[in-house]
Each structure stands twice: as C-alpha cells, then as structure tokens.
C-alpha cells in the first residue's frame, strides 16, 4: 500500500508552512499549502486531498474548523488534523465529537509524522473501502 498521500497544509504562519511542507515532501507526499483560509478554500475547490492539516487560529477570526467543513462538505471522509498551540476544553471537546486529531505546536516531529502517516493510510483505506 503506498503510504504518501495527497496533503493540504493551511497555516498563517509562512515560516511554519514552509517547514510543515519541506517536512512532508522529505517523506514523499504530495503537498499544497495555504497561507490564508481564502487559499485554502480555493485549493480545496480545485483539488482532491486524503488529509487537511490545519491550523486552528487563521487570519481575520477564521478557524480551521471553516476549512475542515468546507472540505468535507467536498470530501465528507477526508481526514482532517488541527495544528494549534493551545486548544480550550471547548475546542478539545469539537474536535474529538468531529473525529478531527489535534496536535499541539511546537510541533514533535515524530508525533507529526506518525500522525501524518496512520491518517494517509486511514484516507486511503477508506477509499478502497468505499469502493474507489
């Protein structure tokens, strides 16, 4: 089973972006990004992803819960990761009831990709499961 994957990067951090995708295309994947939730959305229009990496807080008050809808609203078994330096019980509590993994900035490296990894592997069993 190939375990690279198609994966959309949003942060609003440029420096952060850089290394998530400098990261990920060392390990083989395919990788877009997104500086703003206005690109990720464009992206998503255009493209087919099996895993959206997303910041939780992005420009002018957009969250990366907008972006995680709006792409399942394309994909609905995308998966999906919130990258955040801090998350509320709140927010701990959405992501879980949306089956959405957090993980916390600074980013481990190791966590990073071993999430990275199950969660291509997840997308693409999906899509064999659905029949595609």
Known sequence: ???????????DERSVLVTYQMILEQQGHDVEVALTSREAL???????????????????????F???????CKWPAVVCVILTGYAS????????RDGIAVLFKPIDIPEFLTTVNESVR???GQVKAGGG
Do not use: W, Y
């Open 66 to 72: 907008e972006v995680i809808e709006a792409a399942r």
């Open 42 to 64: 464009q992206l998503i229009r255009e493209n087919e992803f099996d895993l959206l990496l997303c910041d939780l807080s992005l420009e002018e008050k957009h969250t990366g």
């Open 122 to 124: 997840k997308a693409h």
């Open 1 to 11: 089973m190939n375990d690279t994957g198609r994966i959309l990067v949003v942060d």
């Open 89 to 96: 019980p709140e927010v701990a509590e959405q992501a879980r």
